[in-house]
Structures are given as C-alpha cells and as structure tokens.
C-alpha cells in the first residue's frame, strides 16, 4: 500500500509540472490501484499462473473493477500497461505514461533504500 500511495502522490506531482490537470483524478486513481493483487508476490504466482511482471497488471484492473466498478479507459490504461515494456502494449494516455515511468523511479528509491538499510530486497 505504501508504494501505491507514494506512487500516485509522485505521479500528481509529475503531472502537474507537465501541465496535466484534466484527467488528475483518472492518473491518481489508476496509480493507487495498479498494484491491487492479493498475494505475496515473492512466493506466489498470479491467478493466470504466469509470471508476476508480466501478468499482475491484468489480475490488478480485474481486481479493481470487481471492487470498485468499471473504470475510466485512463484508469485502466494507468492499471495494465504499468510495467511496460514487460507489457507489449506501451502506454496510450499521458497519464498512464507518467503512471508507467514514476512506477519505476518510486520502485528503485524503494529497493535502494531497503539495501542501504540492510534489509536487501526482500524488505520491500
């Protein structure tokens, strides 16, 4: 949870520098629930049984839409092309581009962090 939050109060923050204020509430929504799966995914596969890189985005916006309703196309674009290039599909909105590349920064503070710490990347 901790790192959907981080991501979507980072992505605000990017959006709003690039001027992007339209869709501010599809980018935050998508950014909190990109990673909304219910298992460990160190020890667990994703119901698909592949890969959790390159299927979880999937699991994540059927999860969400089963939760909360049927999402805009910039929340799910936001959901399922967040780990692009795992994805083969890029992303298609600005937001979800944003979504996609501050995913990636948040993740690496987050596991130089836990190694500077002295937890590995197993803290994470």
């Given amino acids: 949870m901790d790192h959907s939050i981080a991501l979507a109060f980072h ?9 992007l204020r339209s869709h501010l509430p599809d ?4 950014a909190l629930l ?5 298992y460990n995914w160190c020890e667990t596969r994703p119901r ?3 890969l959790h890189g ?6 994540a916006c059927e999860n969400a839409e089963a ?12 959901i399922l092309r967040h780990m692009w290039p795992l994805t083969p599909l890029p992303p298609c909105y600005p937001e979800s581009l944003i979504v996609c590349f ?10 130089w962090r836990s190694i500077r710490a002295g937890g590995g990347l197993g803290v994470l």
């Avoid at 990109?34 to 219910?38: A, K, N, R, S």
């Avoid at 939760?67 to 936001?78: K, S, V, Y």
């Fill in 11 to 19: 992505a605000y923050r990017a959006a709003l520098f690039l001027g």
């Fill in 27 to 30: 980018l935050v929504r998508g």
């Fill in 34 to 38: 990109h990673d909304f799966f219910f």
């Fill in 48 to 50: 698909s049984g592949g």
């Fill in 54 to 59: 390159f299927d979880h985005p999937k699991e």
């Fill in 67 to 78: 939760a909360f309703g049927p999402l805009t196309a910039i929340e799910r674009d936001c």
């Fill in 102 to 111: 501050t995913d990636k920064v948040v993740a690496l503070i987050e596991a």
